[in-house]
Nanobody
Framework: QVQLVESGGGLVQAGGSLRLACAASGRVGSTYAVGWFRQTPGKEREFVAAIGWSNDYTYFANSVKGRFTISRDNTNAVNTVYLQMNSLTPEDTAVYYC???????????????WGQGTQVTVSS
């Protein structure tokens, strides 16, 4: 089992920045990736970004490339994945979810492990 807890959501003006954090614990395998997804009402959950758990390979949706970065901190007792979001627009407003599984399952939108989600609202 893998446990994921997100934090860092909130309200920000367009053009601003937010950093989300995902604290991961449990049986996170070396071939796993941790990713971020987002969802707005009436729409399917959308892949945003992912990072390998034991390497620095990163993956981004085209809609966030150049604006969002993803990083991982495995040095502390609680391993954390960060999503730095810059140049935010109202279209980035969504509930953001952290997820983990084998890499191919994360980047294809089918991870088994999910966090509870955190709301990000970007005002115009």
């Amino acid at each position: 089992q893998v446990q994921l807890v997100e934090s860092g959501g909130g309200l920000v003006q367009a053009g601003g920045s937010l950093r989300l954090a995902c604290a991961a614990s449990g049986r996170v395998g070396s071939t796993y990736a941790v990713g971020w997804f987002r969802q707005t009402p009436g729409k399917e959950r959308e892949f945003v970004a992912a990072i390998g758990w034991s390497n620095d390979y990163t993956y981004f949706a085209n809609s966030v490339k150049g604006r969002f970065t993803i990083s991982r901190d495995n040095t502390n007792a609680v391993n954390t994945v960060y999503l730095q979001m810059n140049s935010l627009t109202p279209e980035d407003t969504a509930v953001y979810y952290c997820a983990a599984d084998e890499l191919f399952r994360v980047v294809t939108g089918r991870p088994d492990y999910w966090g509870q989600g955190t709301q990000v609202t970007v005002s115009s």
